[in-house]
């Protein structure tokens, strides 16, 4: 029997962002779970997949960059749970797939990224580790070069810049319109904090939906279990 699939996120105190994360998953057939803040838990799913008298599964995290959660936190808490063989496999990361939902999303809050007047936050979470936050700027200056247009990323907390910092930027470029592409799975407290910060530097910017619900977020979430399972095989 194929292991089961338990797809697990970070949690949010905002209920809006586990609902988002629960209708992801739903079209997968996999189970929920959450790391903190929301349930169930990844470590109760876990037990009670050993009660089912499972001996194995797969972890595939909701997680967009390789910073504390998916290092260390994750791997911890699969450790915790004993009578199970688990095999985690890779973080959505920055594939190509999100890049394309996120630029979707921009075009569907009204920004036209061949406008050479607009400037674009890539807003992310922020981490403390220097090489999850390198792959967001990456990402901003594919974009620049890609489109030619000017994009600044900006993160909620852990590090800079901030949205205003970034909004600032943009405007020294040149650009007198502005609109915030989403690099969140889910709507939470710190998408607010980006767009609350956004409004106020810049009023009447555009802005984006996070990248959840998606059938092409579902896909990748299967495409990550797959590559696991021919891993561990």
Do not use: C
């Amino acid at each position: 029997m194929p292991a089961p699939l338990v797809v697990v996120a970070h949690g949010s105190r905002d209920p809006r962002s586990a609902a988002t994360i629960r209708a992801q998953v739903a079209e997968t057939g996999a189970r929920v779970s959450f790391l903190d803040l929301s349930e169930p838990l990844l470590t109760d799913v876990l037990r009670s997949l050993v009660s089912e008298g499972e001996s194995e599964a797969v972890v595939a995290p909701l997680l967009l960059g390789r910073a504390y959660h998916a290092r260390v936190d994750l791997p911890a808490l699969v450790r915790s749970v004993p009578g199970i063989r688990v095999t985690i496999a890779d973080v959505l990361g920055v594939d190509p797939v999100l890049e394309q939902i996120a630029l979707d999303r921009l075009a569907e809050a009204g920004a036209d990224v061949a406008d050479p007047g607009l400037g674009v936050v890539l807003a992310a979470v922020g981490s403390s580790r220097k090489p999850a936050n390198d792959a967001v700027k990456q990402l901003a200056s594919r974009w620049n070069h890609r489109f030619g247009m000017s994009v600044a990323p900006a993160f909620a907390s852990a590090t800079k810049p901030d949205v205003p910092a970034a909004i600032a930027k943009l405007r020294a470029r040149g650009a007198r319109r502005f609109a915030v592409a989403s690099w969140f799975l889910a709507p939470g407290l710190l998408p607010d904090r980006i767009a609350s910060l956004a409004q106020e530097a810049a009023p009447g910017v555009l802005l984006a939906e996070p990248l959840a619900p998606d059938s092409r977020v579902g896909e990748l979430i299967l495409r990550r279990y797959d590559s696991a399972v021919a891993l561990a095989a």
